[in-house]
């Protein structure tokens, strides 16, 4: 008996995760336009647009930029794989789940490979990184400027000083806070950066945007082997994206013409305003999970990722009870923790086109009134009281500065 399947009609969920979050409107229709082939002349247009948009975004002027047809996943890959042989040396700040995985990805190359960690909800102490390289002659230092398991924003300056002790590339994963929180590849010398469409951007997941610095790009150009990935090689993957268009992998067209629509959505926003949106939305959901008595993982607030808030989860409170309650009821989609943290943290992303008002105050409401339902002694209306009054104490201070 053969067995129907019926019409794709996936239901519409409020994407408040730390990857992927909520698309624009635009950026739906945007992939709803027609196909073109991977070798069209209209195409080798739309690329250079997208390329184009990549190095606003990334602020950058670096030839090799373009996105991987991958996930974030494949952007640690990449850039771990074109830069390591045989004989070098690494150092891996790991402080989470993602980070970890950048060293686990390094460790499955023939080079030598150094763990400098901190517990997570903590940054790693760039001195640290120094010590673990001091008198040797270290190749790359990779770390992540946003942790996505932990909510933990790293700042990149100490690390671009000890990068330059060593002489070594700075190796920069910002999966979970390109687009959201300030970041100038140039200025702050970056030699790879990669990151995520799914987080900050808003387009669908599926690539990997990507910038190699010419001090990197000449790394590439002098390896005495090839690199072990055929398809992650920056340097045939660029001949694709370069001036000469060579066929090299048949790319998703669909997810580039949302890359593109996305991109031109964030710099028509303009970056700084985006940035703080982004600040200013985060600070109104603490300020009601404060005011509702949860705490927070990370303690320092310079260090809290603005795209992600990691919860803990109060005593006697069940996880996915929680989590599928504000799915079932409210269509809203949270996460929960991950390795070590599963079980003890939600993780809340305010990402993009999810980074909204509305949003904050509909899931400090939906979250009170299920802590309420499960015995919870929480103060009622006080989480939503906070948040509008952080968000009045904003546009009071942005009207006065006018």
Not at 279 to 290: D, P
Not at 330 to 345: D, T
Request: proline share 5%; net charge neutral; charged share 20%.
């Amino acid at each position: 008996m053969t067995q129907t399947v019926g019409e794709l009609n996936p239901p519409v969920r409020l994407m408040l995760t730390p990857g992927p979050s909520s698309i624009d409107p635009r950026v739906y229709r945007a992939m709803a336009t027609p196909l073109v082939g991977h070798l069209d002349p209209w195409f080798k247009t739309c690329m250079d647009e997208t390329q184009l948009l990549l190095r606003q975004v990334f602020q950058t002027e670096n030839r090799l930029t373009m996105p991987l047809s991958a996930s974030g996943s494949g952007g640690i890959e990449a850039s771990v794989l074109n830069t390591l042989e045989e004989g070098d040396e690494g150092i891996v700040a790991v402080n989470g789940l993602f980070s970890d995985r950048m060293y686990e990805i390094a460790q499955r190359t023939s080079a030598k490979i150094t763990k400098v960690e901190a517990p997570y909800g903590n940054t790693v102490d760039a001195e640290d990184v120094r010590r673990a390289g001091k008198g040797r002659k270290i190749k790359i230092i990779g770390l992540a400027q946003g942790e996505t398991s932990s909510g933990v924003l790293t700042q990149l300056a100490d690390f671009r000083k000890v990068a330059d002790e060593l002489g070594a590339l700075l190796v920069v994963d910002t999966v979970a806070s390109l687009a959201a929180v300030p970041l100038h590849v140039d200025n702050e010398r970056v030699d790879i950066c990669f990151s995520g469409t799914q987080k900050a951007i808003s387009a669908p997941p599926g690539m990997s945007p990507i910038t190699v610095s010419a001090r990197g790009e000449e790394v590439l150009r002098t390896r005495k082997t090839k690199v072990q990935s055929w398809y992650f090689d920056l340097t045939t993957a660029m001949n694709y994206w370069g001036k000469d268009r060579l066929y090299h992998h048949t790319p998703p067209i669909s997810l580039i013409y949302a890359l593109r629509e996305a991109m031109r959505i964030v710099m028509q926003e303009g970056l700084p305003v985006r940035w703080e949106r982004h600040r200013t939305n985060q600070l109104a959901l603490i300020a009601g999970l404060e005011a509702m008595g949860l705490e927070l993982l990370v303690k320092n607030p310079a260090e809290r990722l603005p795209t992600v808030t990691a919860v803990m989860i109060p005593k006697g409170i069940d996880d996915a009870r929680v989590r599928n309650q504000l799915l079932d009821e409210f269509n809203i989609e949270i996460a929960g923790g991950l390795g070590p943290l599963k079980g003890k943290i939600w993780r809340v992303g305010l990402m993009g086109y999810c980074s909204q008002k509305n949003n904050v105050l509909l899931f400090l409401a939906a979250l009170e009134k299920i802590m309420l339902e499960l015995g919870l002694r929480v103060p009622e209306g006080a989480g939503v009281a906070a948040a509008i009054r952080n968000y009045t104490q904003v546009e009071t201070a942005s009207a006065a500065s006018r």
